[in-house]
């Protein structure tokens, strides 16, 4: 999270020169989307991180004096680069700017803005360049709106950095009409689709995207890029909820490709405010595609390094009713893994941030049926200007015998994983519990097996 202030998309994820950057979409001034500057963190481990001064600042009478928006980072020729957004009035263009080995200190490029939108693709946005060197040139996608109102991503060569010779869309269209109306997005203006990242992963060609209006869903299209274009064999949601967005990925030190996305606020501007802060980054996901062309995400195990105490139980005897209460005083800040066989019951509930007195509590549930995780959020707060909307997530594809659920909650925020899908959600309970509780309901459910641990901050030590 920020120090003070706004975050919204992480910018420039870059394993380089012994270290993980993070950087991020910042507004050191005021936890409210403006001025856009990218902040900056770096970590050696991706879970214990420091904070770095501020990367870049909106020129008074640049390209970017509107905002430097979203980008990505390169290890080019003469050292680290980023390739970022200007903003200026309306106008998006792609700029570049210069960094030292440290990647502290950085100097925009003279030519800037090295590129503007292609005036013959009518184009209402154009924006977030997300570059890569395949080996023999760089590419770079750029996520954009066309004026008909659809989304496209645009794909890009160039030999130098600087100049950018088109390839044609990626994949262009409206979120609705790709995958029907009841799983899109609210489409009443046109699309732009945001912060595109384009890689190969397990033998598939794999397109994130991040839908606006209403910045609703981070995306993946996963199939084969052919001249045309990605030939698309399967697509679906990176995250569950709508607080994941602005997703990134990079690929680590071992080769990985990770994935981190900006977990956006559920309660009011004025609690914002109130708070002094406003967003924050996800915890790293590492990605896998299955041979369906399914997305998946799981946390890395590196995570395991922010457990300080823990247990395993066996909890055993639970009957519909009853309320197992299974830790009184978790913390704010802690990780479980809830193993179970699907049985003649309908649900599992673990109620979480619950008050002792019941007031406030999260339900997070397991419905046997429709094999899905919901995260009730009616009576998590006594606070009436945050989201009480309940989410679902449902994994395709073959469970097993038993279903896991991996949970990390931290604060306000609950990242939940669960047969390789995500849903990422926001709690603001104002009474200060953190029982958790279990109960089941529709039948009798065999023991839960529950580990249990107490997480310490991921600051990295001076
Ligand atoms: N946020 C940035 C844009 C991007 C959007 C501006 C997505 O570059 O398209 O802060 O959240």
Redesign the pocket.
């Known amino acids: 999270m920020p120090e003070h202030g706004w975050l ?2 992480p910018n420039g994820l870059i394993w380089l020169n012994g270290r993980y950057h993070a950087f991020f ?1 910042h507004n050191p001034a005021a936890p409210v ?1 403006d001025d ?1 500057h990218w902040g900056h963190a770096s970590s050696i481990d991706l879970v214990h991180w420091r904070r770095e001064p501020i990367a870049l600042a909106p020129g008074p009478d640049g390209p970017d004096a509107d ?1 430097c ?2 980008g990505s980072a390169v290890s080019g020729p003469d050292g680290p680069v980023i390739l970022y ?1 200007g903003r200026s009035g309306a106008s998006e263009s792609i700029c570049l700017a210069h960094g030292d080995p440290t990647l502290r200190s950085w100097h925009k490029d003279a030519a800037n803005p090295v590129l503007t939108p292609p005036p013959a693709l009518a184009l209402s946005d154009f ?2 360049p997300r570059a890569w060197h395949d080996g023999s040139e760089w590419r770079m996608v750029v ?1 954009a709106g066309r004026i008909d109102g659809s989304g496209v991503v645009l794909l890009f060569r160039s030999s130098d950095l600087r100049r950018w010779e088109l390839l044609g869309p990626v994949l262009h269209g409206r979120v609705s009409s790709l995958v029907g109306s009841s799983e899109g997005a609210a489409t009443q203006g046109g699309e732009v689709w ?2 595109p990242d384009l890689f190969m992963l397990d033998g598939h060609d794999v397109l994130i995207y ?1 839908v606006t209006p209403d ?1 609703a869903a981070t995306r993946y299209a996963s199939g084969s890029l052919e001249k045309g274009g990605l030939r698309v064999g399967r697509s679906g949601h990176l995250d569950f909820g709508r607080y994941f ?2 997703a990134q990925t990079f690929m680590d030190a071992a080769g990985r490709r990770l994935v981190m996305g ?1 977990i956006r606020e559920g309660r009011s501007v004025q609690a914002q405010r109130a708070a002094g802060w406003s967003g924050l980054l996800s915890l790293p996901r590492e990605m896998s595609v299955a041979g369906d062309g399914r997305v998946l995400v799981r946390p890395i195990p590196e995570l395991a390094a922010l457990r300080t105490s823990g247990s395993r139980t066996d909890i055993t005897g639970i009957i519909p009713g009853e309320v197992r209460t299974i830790s009184p005083a978790i913390g704010p800040a802690w990780e479980a893994r809830l193993l179970f066989r699907p049985g003649n019951y309908s649900r599992l509930d673990l109620e979480l941030a619950a008050s002792a007195d019941g007031r406030e509590a999260t339900l997070v549930s397991w419905d046997v049926a429709r094999r899905s995780l919901s995260v009730d959020r009616s009576r998590a707060s006594l606070d009436p200007d945050t989201d009480r909307d309940t989410q679902m997530a449902r994994p395709e594809g073959t469970l097993g015998e038993e279903v896991e659920l991996h949970i990390f909650v931290d604060g306000s925020v609950i990242e939940i994983f669960v047969a390789g899908v995500s849903l990422t959600s926001r709690i603001y309970p104002t009474l200060g519990g953190s029982r958790l509780n279990l109960a089941v309901h529709g039948g009798d459910v065999g023991p839960v097996s529950l580990e249990l641990w107490r997480l310490s901050p991921g600051h990295e030590p001076d």
């Open positions: 919204n998309d979409q989307w856009i905002g928006w979203s957004t924006r977030d996520g945001e912060c991040s910045q967005y602005a900006w």
